[in-house]
């Protein structure tokens, strides 16, 4: 008399386990649709694409290409588009200025492979670009990721640069420092720790229409809202973009052993950045040689859009100056 009692439980234990399953798979699926992006690849509106280390990326170049030439390099999460203020007051003042999409945000650099957004990859693309364009020597300014890749090429390459500027991010080693021996900077670098995990990060940014993302970028304009939303929407890009701190997370606990800095720096941070606290930015003076001019601003950490005037100013000087 058990027998069929028995079957229907069974029967009824295989139908909510396919259930089950089947919610499972349309939920791991929608999981990775958001993770992913949902658009195609574009390259920006008045952008060209340079070739460089067997990919090609999206570059705003404008300005007189006689002039000298100053690269400038985004941070996350942001596009070249962020600079573009500053790309014109420079070519008004007789520069010559480049601003690639770096490598994950271009659709055409855009590797799977996380080993691919080393710090050393990475400051080699600069480098790169600069020789497709024929520029042998220029300035370098960088805010956030694009100054960590600036101490790099600093480092590597000194002969190629006239001067340094890096908005926000402390030397590369002074950093490392302040992560290891710091517990404000280790704390601060929570969310670097996080990025580590797979895929979620992406889903958490992503989700709601990435509502969370666009909630990042509290001081920025339309025009730059919308090129930041226009790629991050697009597949793989917030993956690869985030790639950068998978790949480099040893340079936080280890340092990358860059040494010291020849070039002329400037460097500004803002005080009111919650993501870079004071110890590595004090550190940095020991890390540079020759010229050091450091500047400390009431600000957090979006100095182009939050403190611009000041910014410009210093810039300016500092590009005059060498």
């Known amino acids: 008399m058990r027998k069929p009692r028995h079957n229907k439980v069974l029967k009824i234990s295989g139908i909510v386990l396919s259930v089950l399953l089947i919610a499972a798979f349309f939920t791991y699926r929608h999981f990775n649709k958001v993770v992913m992006g949902p658009n195609d690849g574009s390259v920006p509106a008045g952008y060209q694409l340079i070739d460089a280390n067997g990919y090609q990326f999206s570059t705003k170049v404008s300005g007189n290409k006689q002039d000298t030439s100053v690269i400038l390099l985004h941070g996350f999460p942001e596009s070249s588009a962020m600079w573009g203020r500053l790309a014109a007051d420079l070519n008004q003042s007789g520069y010559h200025t480049v601003a690639p999409d770096q490598r994950g945000y271009s659709h055409l650099a855009r590797p799977l492979d996380i080993g691919e957004y080393h710090i050393s990859h990475l400051a080699n693309d600069v480098i790169a670009i600069a020789d497709a364009l024929g520029i042998d020597q220029f300035h370098l300014i960088g805010h956030d990721w694009g100054s960590a890749v600036g101490w790099q090429v600093a480092a590597d390459h000194p002969d190629r640069l006239f001067s340094f500027t890096s908005l926000s991010v402390p030397h590369l080693d002074a950093l490392a420092r302040a992560y290891q021996e710091d517990s404000l900077q280790h704390a601060a670098s929570d969310y670097v720790r996080n990025f580590q995990v797979a895929k979620l990060p992406e889903f958490i940014l992503a989700r709601n229409d990435y509502k969370l993302l ?97 910014i410009w100013k210093e810039i300016e000087q500092h590009l005059k100056n060498f």
């Open 214 to 310: 666009e909630s990042l970028w509290s001081e920025h304009t339309e025009e730059e809202l919308a090129a930041y939303t226009t790629l991050f929407r697009q597949k793989h890009a917030l993956t690869s973009s985030i790639n950068w701190y998978r790949a480099n997370f040893d340079v936080f606990g280890n340092g990358n052993g860059i040494g010291n800095i020849k070039v002329p720096v400037l460097f500004v941070w803002g005080n009111k950045d919650s993501a870079l606290q004071r110890s590595g930015v004090e550190w940095t003076r020991n890390y540079v040689d020759g010229y050091y001019r450091f500047l400390e601003l009431e600000a957090g950490h979006w100095l182009v859009q939050g403190s611009y005037d000041t």
